[in-house]
């Protein structure tokens, strides 16, 4: 069964920053794209950063714009875990924040249909 399990969510002030970390189990997902998505409340689910391998060592990493310059996505494929370090936070990235894996080797997607597995979510919340 596979599973995505975040963690590290929480509230922080802010400018201030939060690491989050997702674990991923049932399967390898080595060579597939991994992903980190947010939701606020009343919002839909928007694309945050993904991290895909492209052969190697070297992996393909994008950012919204939102999260360009202040956010760093990693991942770790020898544990199967996909980390986001937020720094800088507003309270416009408050949200429920969500980790997703594809099912098969590609580039990394901007859209959640572009995933076909979910993690549960975990909360962010910035205020002072």
């Known amino acids: 069964q596979v599973r995505l399990v975040e963690s590290g969510g929480g509230m922080v002030q802010p400018g201030g920053s939060l690491s989050l970390s997702c674990t991923a189990s049932?399967?390898?997902?080595?060579?597939?794209?991994m992903a980190w998505f947010r939701q606020g409340a009343g919002e839909e689910r928007e694309f945050v950063a993904g991290?895909?391998?492209?052969?190697?060592?070297?992996?393909?990493?994008d950012y919204s714009d939102s999260a360009k310059g202040r956010f760093t996505v990693s991942r770790d494929d020898a544990k199967n875990t996909l980390d986001l370090r937020m720094n800088s936070l507003k309270p416009e990235d408050a949200a429920v924040y969500y980790c997703?894996?594809?099912?098969?080797?590609?580039?990394?997607?901007?859209?959640?249909?572009?995933?076909?597995?979910w993690g549960q979510g975990t909360q962010v919340t910035v205020s002072s």
């Open positions: 049932g399967r390898d997902f080595s060579s597939c794209a």
């Open positions: 997703a894996a594809a099912s098969s080797p590609g580039l990394v997607r901007r859209t959640p249909t572009g995933y076909d597995y």
């Open positions: 991290s895909t391998s492209i052969g190697g060592p070297m992996y393909q990493v």
